[in-house]
């Protein structure tokens, strides 16, 4: 029977390959390849990230103006759901039985291992009951987020909106991923680096069913999430509230600086809306509603809407004259006979008249001539142009002015070579483009280039770039917003300008006077093709170190003195002087109540 | 040798190597079941490693018991512990409890347990009985026959109880038969068309005929007549493969690369035949015939499979190889448990420290997949020494089993080192991807009292008949 015993040593010999092949792919697989090692912790790794809450935004004497409230999203893993009250939950939330649905097959779709959020910005209040009950629904969980909360309901158009990011963001940025938010517009848009702080991460070790197990490595790796820097702006918040509500029921824009710094202190863009309105919830349905309002609130016509400058245009043109030696402060043009065409005079007055009675009476035939001066130096009129244009940019104006808010409008200037298209090569002179002149024509400024421009007379020469924030925790303002920027015209010829301004102020209607201000300011009437005129209106005051510039524009106002005009000398008197003096109440009383949303308004 | 010193005379090696391998694969079920915020005293018998501990003491109460038993008991009552197993089986499938698909537990009261592990011991006895019993002769076609039906008919009842891993252990009796004296070509071709019936499956054509030709290569080298002939016959075989190649790709006939591949080495094979058979190349005609052969009945399993069975036929084989794509089924096992392996490195993470077995990565980690907790936790060096103890008990086994005086300690003793074999080739070669998964233990590490007990029992009966294996002369 032991005939085959020899065959024992092919038995062992099948035990031994056998061991040494299995030997072999374990040291292979445990030694030598490092994949599995990678796999096993993705497979324990759940990256969760924490969203750090956004800077809060003050106004220039530290008042808070918006802040940050608690929110929580519902999310839902679809594999762990089992069968649930959906009644109960839609009650719970408010939401209808179709969106809960709409969200798990959404959810569903994604990922049936991943979380996706399912309802949105949960209130605390809701989130409290909810949280209690969540045991009651097996799939679904919360994550905190935060929302923006404002103090007051003004200066949407400066401090702008937070959304969710779109596609756009994310490939730009690699920061943001689905579902994080990012600042919109205003504010939180331009500043959003410093805002959004810097998410982090914390990794959890997880079981097999996603549940979290303890953390990784002790929390050695992971990374705190940085709250977003805090901000403060140059608003002054009582001259913002003040100035929205002069502008109720019109349309039109304020914008107000400080000409030492460029620091923009009240920017109005009228109808206003309440920012609180693009958050939460109810977000999309305000917004649909706010896009399709006639009066267009979201169009920021501040920043965005080019007005024709009517007569507060004429300052520039007298000292760009006078720069050029075209005309000096001794230089009279009647106003009547040959003189006077082809831009007649509105009204009476002293003639012929020399450049600070001209500012004051705001006289059309002074300015054409003058402005026909300037081109007459030249061999050409497109060089006269192109100095007049050049000068014309040193203000700010026909260009960009690079304020710290997204959008802006570069405003409207013609180059040589449009009027060359127009009317063809040397075939145009003074005569033709004479609108310019008297700031219609082609001209278009925004409010806020208006109110630059002011800044700059009121500084006999010079802007700072208007900014809306002061400071950032941290950080110092950009280099930019503390440069000076020379209009290259001379400082005395202001003079001249200023004194004009002055006396148009005080030879006015009582409404313009403020009570131991002096106010320069000029009136203008931007011609408007599609109903009444809109009213324009620039100012700066004191007089001497003058602390506050201001462009007002009421779209329909008919004319500058009508309601531009006072609105400007009450904002002016708010904020010197911080309360509007008694007998001055009714001019308040008179704005507020003016109701200008018909754009046809009487003469 | 003292005849009567039982004591003395037990295999303490085998013993030791036993004690080993529990106390090892209890700490690893300890690991599996371990939580870190779930603290448990060892002995809380709610949980598995303190009802293990149970099982591992009743077992060794068994163990005990087994050596005071006379080797006479198990020689007599071999038939009747068979039938009694046998009828057990029968009650599985008319009265068991159903539990993870598989019929296979019998329930009284609190206490349930698998007969199918109870299976095994048995038939080894039944075979080692019928095996030296006196006249027996392994060629006559009724020995075979009754062989078959000792070792298929409890392999077909635990078929029926869809527990096809348990029965595939029968398989390994092959390997006792041919210890006493089945034809070597019985036991080649066996394997090889059982590995071809796997890998025709499981590999891809290509594949699977670059695998037959270099084997084939590899033996035409070692049965190497004279290096002139071998490099005739690769030259004939690369000229038949670039000319069919060439003429595919210039007729542009747009067949699969498979088919191409076997239609090249089957024209190549017949060539070379017919060139060792002119030559009088006695072996290359063998060989090249088994290689025909081999390429003819990979191509009829794979037309077999997606030609006359259905789509249910074939889930079924798939599930059973284990080449289920789908992730959450037996693909995501194996991928884990090779995940939770590999990220062991040389010397693992640690006792109680391994991340994919704490938060159960791995399903079934304490029973079919306790390896994985074995290589996570220990690493290399400690699936190094498990193999190793493994590989020492089978050998000893075999040792003692050569050493026997009578035939049907022998026969036991080779059937019970298969088993074991068979269990460890199985259950470590599908935690590393090696082997379809089919759910057998791997044995004393696997949680599970009756496939503790069942071990116990098949390999502390050999040890006892070691013991007195100077009392009696062979049968």
């Known amino acids: 029977m032991n005939s085959f015993s020899k065959r024992s040593y092919i038995v062992i010999g099948i035990f031994l390959i056998t061991a040494l092949v299995f030997s072999l792919r374990l040291f292979n697989l445990q030694v030598l390849d490092p994949t599995y090692k990678v796999f096993a912790t993705n497979n324990v790794l759940r990256e969760v990230v924490q969203y750090p809450a956004r800077g809060l935004i003050y106004d220039r004497n530290g008042t808070l103006l918006v802040h940050n409230k608690p929110a929580y999203d519902l999310l839902v893993t679809p594999r762990e759901v089992t069968a649930f009250d959906t009644l109960y939950l839609c009650e719970m939330l408010g939401i209808t039985r179709e969106e809960i649905e709409a969200g798990l097959q959404a959810a569903n779709k994604y990922s049936r291992y991943k979380p996706s959020v399912i309802v949105q910005q949960i209130p605390p209040e809701v989130y409290a009951v909810l949280q209690e009950r969540i045991y009651r629904f097996k799939g679904f969980h919360t994550q905190s987020r935060t929302l923006r909360e404002y103090t007051y309901p003004v200066a949407a158009h400066v401090l702008g909106y937070v959304g969710e990011v779109n596609a756009n963001d994310i490939q730009e940025d690699r920061y943001y991923s689905q579902g994080d938010y990012i600042g919109v517009s205003g504010i939180e848009r331009s500043y959003e680096n410093g805002l959004r702080g810097s998410k982090g991460v914390k990794k959890y070790l997880v079981d097999v069913h996603n549940r979290i197990q303890g953390s990784f490595l002790g929390g050695e790796e992971d990374i705190p999430a940085q709250i977003g820097k805090n901000l403060t702006t140059s608003i002054d918040i009582d001259l913002q509230l003040y100035a929205e509500k002069l502008l109720q029921n019109k349309k039109g824009s304020v914008v107000a600086l400080e000409p030492a710094t460029g620091e923009i202190l009240a920017l109005v863009s009228a109808p206003v809306y309440d920012p609180g309105m693009l958050v939460g919830r109810v977000r999309a349905s305000n917004y649909s509603m706010l896009v399709t309002d006639t009066l267009k609130p979201l169009f920021n016509r501040a920043l965005m809407a080019d007005y024709p400058p009517g007569s507060t245009f004429k300052m520039l043109n007298a000292l760009i004259a006078l720069e050029e030696q075209a005309i000096t402060s001794n230089t009279y043009f009647p106003c009547y006979g040959v003189a006077s065409s082809p831009i007649r005079c509105t009204h009476d007055h002293v003639s012929p008249l020399h450049v600070v009675e001209a500012i004051r009476e705001s006289c059309n035939p002074f300015l054409w001539n003058t402005f026909r001066s300037i081109f007459s130096k030249f061999s050409s009129s497109s060089e006269g142009y192109e100095v007049w244009r050049e000068h014309v940019l040193q203000f700010g104006i026909g260009r960009k002015l690079e304020i710290d808010l997204p959008i802006e409008s570069k405003g409207s200037l013609p180059e040589v070579s449009y009027y060359d298209r127009i009317y063809g090569k040397g075939r145009w002179n003074a005569l033709t483009v004479r609108s310019l002149a008297i700031g219609q024509g082609e001209l278009g400024l925004t409010p806020l280039q208006l109110a630059n421009y002011c800044a700059a007379i009121a500084n006999r020469g010079h802007y700072y770039t208007p900014h809306v924030v002061r400071e950032m925790e941290d950080e110092s303002i950009p280099e930019k917003f503390k440069t000076k920027n020379f209009t290259g015209i001379s400082e005395n010829y202001f003079e001249l300008v200023i004194e004009g301004m002055e006396q148009a102020v005080n030879g006015s209607t009582g409404m313009l006077k403020i009570p131991g201000v002096s106010m320069c300011g000029k009136t203008g009437t931007a011609e408007n093709p599609h109903g009444s005129d809109h009213s324009v209106f620039m100012a700066f005051a004191p007089k001497d170190n003058p602390k506050i510039a201001i462009s007002v524009y009421i779209e329909n106002g008919v004319w500058g003195a009508r309601y531009a005009a006072p609105i400007a000398s009450l904002v002016i008197e708010k904020y010197l002087n911080d309360t509007i003096s008694g007998n001055r109440g009714w001019v308040e009383e008179r704005m507020m109540e003016a109701n200008l949303l018909n754009p046809n308004q009487p003469k | ?475």
Not at chain 2, 148 to 157: D, G, K, R, Y
Not at chain 2, 163 to 168: E, K
Not at chain 2, 208 to 235: D, E, W
Not at chain 2, 350 to 360: S, V
């Open chain 2, 1 to 475: 040798m003292a005849r009567n010193k039982l004591w003395t005379n037990i295999d303490w090696i085998t013993v030791i190597l036993f004690i080993l391998l529990v106390f090892a694969g209890w700490l690893n079920i300890y690991s599996a079941v371990y939580n870190d915020t779930e603290q448990h005293s060892i002995f809380d018998f709610s949980q598995r490693y303190g009802k293990q501990l149970i099982w591992i003491l009743a077992a060794f109460l068994i163990a005990f018991t087994i050596l005071l038993i006379e080797t006479n008991f198990y020689l007599f009552f071999s038939y009747i512990i068979y039938g009694l197993v046998i009828f057990t089986l029968v009650l599985v499938l008319l009265f068991g409890t159903e539990i993870n698909y598989s019929k296979s537990w019998l329930t009284f009261g609190w206490f349930s347990f698998q007969p199918a592990e109870f299976g095994k011991f048995a038939a080894a006895l039944a075979l080692a009985k019928f095996m030296s019993s006196f006249g027996f002769k392994l060629s006559r076609p009724k020995s075979i026959a009754i062989i078959s039906l000792i070792v298929l008919l409890p392999a077909f009842l635990i078929f029926l109880q869809n527990d096809t891993g348990s029965a595939l252990v029968y398989s390994a009796f092959i390997l006792v038969l041919y210890r006493e004296g089945l034809s070597g070509v019985v036991l080649f071709f066996g394997t090889l068309i059982a590995l071809l019936f796997i890998f025709s499956l499981v590999l891809s054509e290509v594949l699977l005929f670059g695998i037959l030709t270099s084997l084939t290569l590899l033996v035409y080298m070692i049965a190497n007549p004279g290096l002139k002939y071998f490099f005739r016959v690769i030259f004939i075989w690369v000229s038949v493969v670039i000319l069919f190649a060439g003429l595919n790709f210039l007729l542009k006939t747009g067949m699969e690369p498979g088919i191409i591949l076997a239609g090249t080495l089957l024209l190549g094979g017949v060539v070379v035949w017919i060139y060792s058979a002119r030559n009088k190349l006695k072996n290359y005609v063998t060989i090249t015939i088994i290689f025909i052969g081999a390429i003819l009945f990979s191509l009829s399993v794979d037309f077999t499979f997606s030609q006359v069975l259905n789509s249910y036929q074939q889930a079924r084989i798939h599930e059973l190889l284990g080449i289920e794509s789908d992730p959450l089924g037996v693909g995501y096992n194996v991928n884990q448990s090779k995940i939770a392996i590999g990220s062991g490195g040389f010397w693992g993470k640690g006792f109680l420290n391994g991340t994919q077995t704490k938060y159960k990565f791995v399903p079934e980690q304490s029973t079919d997949f306790i390896f994985c907790t074995v290589g996570e936790e220990w690493g290399f060096a400690g699936t190094f020494v498990v193999v190793s103890l493994f590989v020492a008990l089978f050998i000893r086994l075999i040792f003692l089993a050569e050493r026997q005086r009578s035939g049907f300690s022998r026969i036991y003793g080779y059937a019970a080192a298969v088993i074991f074999f068979f269990h460890f080739a199985v259950n470590i070669g599908m935690t590393i991807g090696m082997m379809p998964v089919i759910g057998i233990p791997l044995p004393f590490f696997s949680y599970g009292g009756s496939s503790l007990w069942g071990f116990t029992i098949l390999l502390f009966i050999f040890i006892r008949l070691d013991a007195s294996r100077l009392d009696y002369l062979s049968y």
